[in-house]
């Protein structure tokens, strides 16, 4: 059984609720945190481990240190609730059902970052979760763990949520500065970084919702405890959104020890695939990441068991790997179609571009005709390797990674399911009436092969 630390309380009746999180022990973690320095508490997260939650994976102490610090100038903590990955839905889960869990990770992070006016930017689609949250925070301040002089700390510290327009792109944390800052969510170019100029030109920190909230658990077991839990640099649990074709839709708390093979078939987490169909390739991590065939999922390419974690995953680098990304863990079964969910992704892309840069602008909607074409059996042979040289010049070409976003899906079903493109291309009429099934799955196209 997986050590339970942002979830474990999941299941309290009320726990949404200022009187319930208390009673629970809640804010606990803020009152320990508020008798200590700030420096204190940067310690205490660069100890910990912990990597941001949202998908990048870099270390959160280090990030917070790199914080400019001029004379009268204001700091901010942005909190990114604009989760709109496909396949990820964990941030809602806790923003939803224990909205007091980030809060109270706020305030603690406020307070190390000296932000006294904090924001929380959400999805545009989660449209009853504001009021949520803006309850849980007006009984914070009802409590006194907002507002003026914070537990009589002398700390002030307001919190304020915005909800975004249902733009992907402002997931991007310099779009959702642009976009906080009420202009158009198109990403900023970089340097300056947000650490020293970010929201009204004033140094800001950007985290995830589950990276702020991992910060009360830190505290409250100190940060040597946390990075006791999990292994290697994978410190601490991991929030995991599953869902696709398994019998155990939801959110998982894991700490990272176990293998994917017992993620996807034990009763504790996905529960195996239905009907007894097997396992054709997963995306682990969010749409944007590598999708891998189920030899490759299960083992590396060395033959030894992939476990659920950041390097793991990432082990054979994207070759023969993946990335653990926001932890949108996407199961396809035999039954599925890898060039009908390559195209769809690349539908998603191509909508959601900002359109600022060319590459991205043009490639993604190019991708996504060729794409569309293939499925329709209307594709020709030199469409696959037209698809790779887009994707290779839209990779590193953009200002923010969204362009890498709509490049690596592309890549990946190329390198390992191009029998299945060939296949469509080969047998238009029949591609139309069923899929193309497991075939050669379990011996990819080796990457050298698709070059």
Same mark, same amino acid.
């Given at each position: 059984?997986?050590?339970?630390?942002?979830?474990?309380? !999941?299941?309290?009746?009320?726990?949404?609720?200022?009187?319930?999180?208390?009673?629970?022990?809640?804010?606990?973690?803020?009152?320990?945190?508020?008798?200590?320095?700030?420096?204190?508490?940067?310690?205490?997260?660069?100890?910990?481990?912990?990597?941001?939650?949202?998908?990048?994976?870099?270390?959160?102490?280090?990030?917070?240190?790199?914080?400019?610090?001029?004379?009268?100038?204001?700091?901010?903590?942005?909190?990114?609730?604009?989760?709109?990955?496909?396949?990820?839905?964990?941030?809602?889960?806790?923003?939803?059902?224990?909205?007091?869990?980030?809060?109270?990770?706020?305030?603690?992070?406020?307070?190390?970052?000296?932000?006294?006016?904090?924001?929380?930017?959400?999805?545009?689609?989660?449209?009853?979760?504001?009021?949520?949250?803006?309850?849980?925070?007006?009984?914070?301040?009802?409590?006194?763990?907002?507002?003026?002089?914070?537990?009589?700390?002398?700390?002030?510290?307001?919190?304020?949520?915005?909800?975004?327009?249902?733009?992907?792109?402002?997931?991007?944390?310099?779009?959702?500065?642009?976009?906080?800052?009420?202009?158009?969510?198109?990403?900023?170019?970089?340097?300056?970084?947000?650490?020293?100029?970010?929201?009204?030109?004033?140094?800001?920190?950007?985290?995830?919702?589950?990276?702020? !909230?991992?910060?009360?658990?830190?505290?409250?077991?100190?940060?040597?405890?946390?990075?006791?839990?999990?292994?290697?640099?994978?410190?601490?649990?991991?929030?995991?959104?599953?869902?696709?074709?398994?019998?155990?839709?939801?959110?998982?708390?894991?700490?990272?020890?176990?293998?994917?093979?017992?993620?996807?078939?034990?009763?504790?987490?996905?529960?195996?695939?239905?009907?007894?169909?097997?396992?054709?390739?997963?995306?682990?991590?969010?749409?944007?990441?590598?999708?891998?065939?189920?030899?490759?999922?299960?083992?590396?390419?060395?033959?030894?068991?992939?476990?659920?974690?950041?390097?793991?995953?990432?082990?054979?680098?994207?070759?023969?790997?993946?990335?653990?990304?926001?932890?949108?863990?996407?199961?396809?079964?035999?039954?599925?179609?890898?060039?009908?969910?390559?195209?769809?992704?690349?539908?998603?892309?191509?909508?959601?571009?900002?359109?600022?840069?060319?590459?991205?602008?043009?490639?993604?909607?190019?991708?996504?005709?060729?794409?569309?074409?293939?499925?329709?059996?209307?594709?020709?042979?030199?469409?696959?390797?037209?698809?790779?040289?887009?994707?290779?010049?839209?990779?590193?070409?953009?200002?923010?990674?969204?362009?890498? !976003?709509?490049?690596?899906?592309?890549?990946?079903?190329?390198?390992?399911?191009?029998?299945?493109?060939?296949?469509?291309?080969?047998?238009?009429?029949?591609?139309?009436?069923?899929?193309?099934?497991?075939?050669?799955? !379990?011996?990819?196209?080796?990457?050298?092969?698709?070059?």
């Amino acid at each position: 059984m997986s050590k339970k630390l942002l979830l474990k309380d !999941a299941h309290v009746e009320g726990i949404r609720y200022f009187e319930t999180y208390r009673k629970q022990g809640g804010y606990g973690a803020a009152e320990k945190a508020l008798k200590m320095t700030p420096e204190e508490i940067l310690e205490e997260v660069k100890t910990s481990g912990l990597r941001g939650r949202g998908g990048a994976g870099f270390p959160t102490g280090m990030k917070w240190s790199f914080l400019a610090k001029p004379e009268g100038v204001p700091r901010h903590l942005v909190v990114n609730a604009d989760e709109s990955e496909p396949g990820t839905f964990k941030d809602r889960y806790l923003m939803e059902f224990l909205p007091h869990l980030l809060i109270e990770g706020m305030l603690i992070s406020s307070y190390c970052l000296g932000s006294n006016v904090s924001y929380i930017y959400i999805r545009g689609e989660y449209s009853w979760i504001p009021d949520i949250l803006e309850e849980a925070i007006e009984e914070a301040k009802a409590a006194g763990f907002l507002g003026k002089n914070i537990l009589g700390t002398g700390f002030d510290c307001e919190i304020y949520v915005q909800r975004g327009g249902g733009a992907y792109i402002c997931g991007e944390e310099t779009a959702l500065l642009e976009s906080l800052e009420g202009k158009r969510g198109n990403p900023r170019l970089k340097p300056p970084f947000p650490a020293v100029k970010g929201l009204w030109e004033r140094p800001t920190v950007v985290n995830n919702v589950e990276s702020i !909230a991992a910060i009360v658990p830190i505290i409250d077991i100190t940060g040597a405890e946390y990075a006791k839990i999990g292994v290697g640099r994978s410190t601490g649990t991991k929030l995991i959104s599953a869902c696709g074709n398994i019998n155990k839709p939801g959110v998982y708390e894991i700490d990272m020890t176990i293998t994917v093979e017992e993620f996807i078939y034990s009763d504790e987490y996905c529960g195996g695939i239905p009907n007894g169909k097997k396992l054709k390739a997963c995306i682990p991590g969010g749409s944007s990441v590598p999708i891998v065939p189920a030899n490759l999922l299960l083992k590396t390419v060395n033959g030894e068991p992939r476990y659920m974690n950041y390097e793991s995953l990432a082990d054979g680098g994207f070759a023969t790997g993946t990335m653990m990304g926001s932890g949108g863990f996407i199961v396809l079964d035999e039954d599925q179609c890898v060039v009908e969910h390559t195209m769809t992704l690349a539908r998603f892309y191509n909508h959601e571009s900002c359109g600022q840069c060319t590459p991205c602008r043009e490639g993604t909607g190019w991708m996504y005709k060729i794409l569309k074409k293939i499925e329709k059996g209307e594709g020709r042979m030199e469409d696959i390797d037209l698809l790779w040289d887009i994707q290779r010049k839209i990779e590193g070409n953009t200002i923010c990674p969204l362009g890498d !976003a709509a490049a690596w899906p592309v890549a990946a079903a190329i390198r390992h399911f191009r029998d299945e493109f060939e296949w469509h291309i080969k047998n238009p009429e029949l591609s139309q009436t069923q899929n193309y099934g497991l075939a050669n799955y !379990a011996d990819p196209i080796p990457a050298a092969a698709s070059n």
